[in-house]
T-cell receptor, first 113, second 111 residues
């Protein structure tokens, strides 16, 4: 069964550093997303991406964050100048259409120390 | 602010029983509704989607949607210990390219 692949599975970074989280969505999917889940809290929407541009972004997704699809397969989330409160599980997801169900990757656990 | 509300539980049922999970949503324009299962430390896994009023069955799972009442439910028949997980209700509004998740209901199936 096709899957969304995320790397790394766990990233530890020092406060103030930049991190790049990587994702390979399912190949025939057209919509891509980043979500995050702080431990014990809800899954929160960050950004959706379609046709090489951001479709929607949440209030969380401020200038500290950016997304990119550098080639035909990868989809990245960059977090600049990380803060302690950025520590969370970050999930990439993809879907064929924007009303359909999403397939989530296994996540990257980001720990900012 | 679009809200999705779930009873946080925990909900405990004996093995073989029916587990009933409920969800309400605030946005009347919502068009698609999903149930995800999330094991501790893992990613959400899609188990059911429903788009129109009524029931949708898939194996031991039945999703029910009532748009007039803004209510979605999930029934799990013949519950198994392996069904023990947190169940997330998620809603996609008509104008938003995003899912809004509830806080999840933690289900424990007792052997």
């Amino acid at each position: 069964e096709p899957e969304v692949t995320q790397t790394p599975s766990h990233q530890v970074t020092q406060m103030g550093q930049e991190v790049i989280l990587r994702c390979v969505p399912i190949s025939n999917h057209l919509y891509f997303y980043w979500y995050r889940q702080i431990l014990g809290q809800k899954v929160e929407f960050l950004v959706s991406f379609y046709n090489n541009e951001i479709s929607e972004k949440s209030e969380i997704f401020d200038d500290q964050f950016s997304v990119e699809r550098p080639d035909g397969s990868n989809f990245t989330l960059k977090i600049r100048s990380t803060k302690l409160e950025d520590s969370a599980m970050y999930f990439c997801a993809s879907s064929e259409g924007w009303l359909g169900g999403y397939t989530f990757g296994s996540g990257t656990r980001l720990t900012v120390v | 602010q679009k809200e999705v509300e779930q009873n946080s539980g925990p909900l405990s049922v004996p093995e073989g029983a029916i587990a009933s999970l409920n969800c309400t949503y605030s946005d009347r324009g919502s068009q698609s509704f999903f149930w995800y299962r999330q094991y501790s430390g893992k990613s959400p896994e899609l188990i059911m989607s429903i788009y129109s009023n009524g029931d949708k069955e898939d194996g031991r799972f039945t999703a029910q949607l009532n748009k007039a009442s803004q209510y979605v439910s999930l029934l799990i028949r013949d519950s198994q210990p392996s069904d023990s997980a947190t169940y997330l209700c998620a809603v996609n509004s008509g104008s938003a390219r995003q899912l809004t998740f509830g806080s999840g209901t933690q289900l424990t199936v007792l052997p």
